[in-house]
């Protein structure tokens, strides 16, 4: 910035000042605060924007406003409990929080191999139905923030069916913890799979309504073209994954390049684009929300009977439970075993209750492909019932370093899209 030029900081009571002082310099450039409360900066991300008249010529992101300590809480509880805490972190995407854990504790425990096949099934019937609400409220809020309603209005109309199968199958629309380090908590109720059938039945078609609401809408593709450019060696530099970095052209998707829990077995497209701009990665959202629903579709033609949580009594989370008349308790049959015919199981059972399992010492990172991206996990056990040390690399997190190269140069009105394309939850930011 050079003598005839002044930088003008906007806070919320000086305006005068700034009135009176930008007529008396040559030049004006204002640092203003977008956020935290401005809705769409998806409510506690704050925007530090340098802009001169409508231009940005600087952006910095500011976070930390929603951190909940989720990280170091898992120090101070067991490998089991810890699934209720991760669950809350990317909000939108319970379900890929929860594996992630677990596949990272299997991996310590060395009983990958041993998750049963209907277990893994339905781990990838949710992640995927999730994977289609995440979209859903990314293009929801996102059409909301550059002033469409009709979009808000369609996206929650639809992510309300994902979510009452949600609580269908685990009793809670979010933060369900139903997926457990070797398996699952519960098997499927009855009426599970009729309702999710019920869902790909409704389900293509009002997703289409929202594509044609806004694929060729002449001022959707106005603020969305060109807007927000990041190629390919930007995204790379930076660390970027998900629709952001496949919005490039580059098919990366570790469902792909390093499947898990049986993905390698699904047959479905990794969704590419090559515009690198926000309608690109709207084109991504819309279109793999279409593949995650081919993949629901083969999940239920693999449901098998069988059990849903390893054999190892002495790892396995008592899965056989049955809800009483007043919804809770165990199924009768399994509390005749524990308490009438098996001492050693009546003491694993005690102890996985009260002390959790003992988990062999060493690290892992495993890493699985979230709405929004890679979202990996660094675990380190010392070979107790509690973590050492349990990191996530959350996607929103990493891939907001990309505002200052999508924003700056831009106006201040492009600013929204660009955020909005990049779809931070900041529950995973700020974890």
């Known amino acids: ?146 002033g469409a309603i009709t979009p808000m209005l369609f996206g929650f109309r639809e992510r309300e069916l994902i979510l009452d199968v949600f609580e269908t199958i685990t009793g809670l629309r979010m933060n369900h913890a139903y997926i457990r380090p070797g398996g699952l908590v519960r098997d499927l109720p009855p009426g599970a799979v009729e309702k999710v059938r019920e869902l790909l039945v409704i389900m293509p078609e009002r997703l289409r309504d929202i594509e044609l609401l806004l694929s060729d809408n002449a001022i959707w593709k106005a603020r969305t073209e060109g807007i927000g450019h990041l190629d390919l060696t930007g995204c790379m530099a930076l660390g970027i994954t998900g629709p952001v970095l496949r919005a490039t052209g580059l098919p990366h998707d570790l469902r792909r390049s390093a499947p898990y829990c049986g993905y390698e077995d699904y047959e479905f497209d990794v969704i590419t684009d090559t515009r690198s701009d926000c309608y690109g990665r709207y084109r991504i959202r819309v279109d793999e929300m279409a593949e995650s629903l081919k993949i629901v579709e083969q999940c239920l033609d693999r449901l098998r009977p069988g059990p849903v949580m390893v054999a190892d009594e002495k790892i396995a989370w008592p899965a056989d439970l049955a809800l009483g008349s007043d919804g809770l308790g165990n199924s009768p049959e399994h509390i005749r075993k524990i308490m009438g015919t098996s001492m050693e199981s009546l003491i694993h059972h005690f102890k996985l209750v009260t002390e959790g399992l003992r988990v062999p010492p060493g690290q892992v990172y495993i890493a699985v492909e979230s709405p929004r991206g890679e979202l990996g996990v660094h675990m380190v056990s010392d070979g107790g019932t509690r973590p050492f040390r349990v990191h996530y690399r959350d996607p929103s997190f990493t891939n907001l370093q990309a505002v200052a190269a999508m924003c700056e140069g831009g106006m201040v009105s492009d600013v929204i899209a660009s955020v909005a394309s990049i779809d931070p939850v900041m529950g995973g930011a700020d974890r």
């Open 1 to 146: 910035m050079n003598e005839s030029e002044q930088s003008l900081t906007v806070t919320g009571q000086d305006w005068d000042e700034v009135v009176a002082t930008s007529g008396t310099t040559g030049a004006e450039r204002i640092v203003v605060n977008m956020g935290p409360q401005h809705p769409s900066t998806h409510g506690v991300l704050r925007l530090i924007l340098e802009i001169e008249g409508e231009t940005v010529t600087e952006a910095r992101c500011g976070i930390g406003y929603l951190h909940t300590g989720i990280e170091k809480n898992l120090e101070y509880r067991n490998w089991i409990q810890g699934v209720t805490f991760v669950t809350r972190m990317d909000y939108l995407s319970p379900f890929f929080n929860e594996t992630a854990y677990c596949l990272g504790v299997e991996k310590l425990l060395d009983i990958t191999d041993q998750i049963p096949e209907r277990a893994n099934v339905i781990r990838v019937m949710l992640m995927e139905l999730n994977r289609i609400s995440s979209h859903l409220v990314a293009l929801a809020t996102g059409g909301m923030e550059l």
